[in-house]
């Protein structure tokens, strides 16, 4: 079992950058993939990006490639996410997530965070 907990989460202006990170307790975490997603109001939770075990391969939704990064840290069990160039449309709930397959699909995840709020001023 892993519990996830988010951080780093707030208000900044279109332009700023945040960086999101995600502390992971539990002995399966050096072994899982690790994804984040995002949920603005009203809409569907979607994939932002996801980082297979090992940080050796990455995959990001189209509307964040060159904006976002993904990446591990696994001796402190953490997996953060830097955003830069952040856009209002970027304003969303995000979660961490932890799956056993390298995937972008949200129901292959088994274990999420509570989220943290993201917010993008214009």
């Known amino acids: 079992q892993v519990q996830l907990v988010e951080s780093g989460g707030g208000l900044v202006q279109a332009g700023g950058s945040l960086r999101l990170s995600c502390a992971a307790c539990?002995?399966?975490?050096?072994?899982?993939?690790m994804g984040w997603f995002r949920q603005a109001p009203g809409k569907e939770r979607e994939f932002v990006a996801v980082i297979n075990w090992s940080g050796g391969s990455t995959y990001y939704a189209d509307f964040v490639k060159g904006r976002f990064t993904i990446s591990r840290d696994n001796a402190k069990s953490t997996v953060y996410l830097q955003m830069n160039s952040l856009k209002s449309e970027d304003t969303a709930v995000y979660y961490c997530?932890?799956?056993?397959?390298?995937?972008?699909?949200?129901?292959?995840?088994?274990?999420w965070g509570q989220g943290t709020q993201v917010t993008v001023s214009s």
């Open positions: 539990g002995r399966t975490f050096s072994s899982s993939n």
């Open positions: 997530a932890a799956s056993p397959r390298y995937s972008a699909n949200r129901y292959e995840y088994d274990y």
